[in-house]
Structures are given as C-alpha cells and as structure tokens.
C-alpha cells in the first residue's frame, strides 16, 4: 500500500497530491441529490445564474470529501484505521463546475496512542486549490494511523 505507517510521519512533512481532479456538473449533482441538499444554488442553473456568483456552486461538501481524497494515495492508504475528527473547515473561494481542484497536506502533529500501542494519531492540514492557485479549502484532520507491523 501506499499509505505511510506512523512511524513515517514527520511533523512538517508536507505533499503536494497528483492528479488534480476536475468538477464535473455530475459530481456535483449526484452528490447533491445522494445527500439530500436540494440547494438550487447546487442544483438549479437558472436559479444560480441569478444569484451573487452568477454559476451554479460546487457542494461545498463535495469539496471538502475531493481534497481529503486526493491526500489518500500519499498519506493513509492501507494505513488509517479511522478518522477521528475535522477541524477549522474553511471555504475562502467557490468552487465552479468545471473548475481542477489541487491538494496538498502538511502534518501538524505525530503521537503514539497511549491505550493502544499498534496505532497512532496524525493531524493533518489539508488544502485545495483551484486552476488559478485560489484556496478553496483548508481543514484540520485526526487520522487514526497504524503503526509499522512488528
């Protein structure tokens, strides 16, 4: 597997994830409608043509779920046990359908479970950026890690 055992994590390693993934109005809609949102702004092009944006707006949620799984393949593939918490979720840019969505995850913080020695914790920051280097997303994660089988 890809993903990293705890003991891999370093404090202020960083990645930068490829590939990038573009939003189709697909995602979008499936997403949507599988989640229950009937936002128009989600939904509903001539209702979003008419608001602020101008377009209708990506789920911010789907957002959110994109930028942690582009991490995946280079962070907690095969390796995580488990998330156990999303803090700080921000959303400083839209996101537009037809917009190539790019991650990258820094760690903040590598610990040995204290009741449980065969895993860890890792904080992870996340961030997404879209085609024109614009933040989209950043947010705080707790992974629950496996540590390198003995």
């Known amino acids: 597997m890809a993903g990293k055992y705890l003991e891999e994590f370093e404090v202020g390693m960083q990645f930068r ?7 189709t109005e697909t995602d979008n ?4 409608t599988l989640t229950m949102n009937p936002q128009p702004l989600h939904l509903d092009a001539h209702f979003a043509a008419s608001s602020p944006h101008g377009q209708i ?9 994109l930028v942690i ?11 995580t046990l488990g998330n156990l918490g999303f803090d ?6 839209p996101v537009f359908l037809g917009d190539t969505i790019t991650a990258e995850t820094e760690v903040l913080t590598v610990r040995t479970s204290e009741s ?26 707790a992974a629950m890690i496996m540590t390198r089988p003995a």
């Open 69 to 79: 799984g582009l991490s995946v393949s280079d962070t907690t593939l095969g390796t």
């Open 116 to 141: 449980k020695p065969d895993r860890g914790i890792v904080t992870f920051e996340h961030r997404g950026m879209n085609q024109r280097g614009e933040v989209v997303c950043t947010c705080i994660r």
């Open 57 to 65: 707006l990506v789920n911010s949620v789907f957002t959110l779920g």
């Open 29 to 32: 809609l499936l997403f949507s």
């Open 88 to 93: 700080k979720t921000t959303f400083p840019n």
């Open 17 to 23: 994830h490829q590939p990038s993934r573009t939003v």
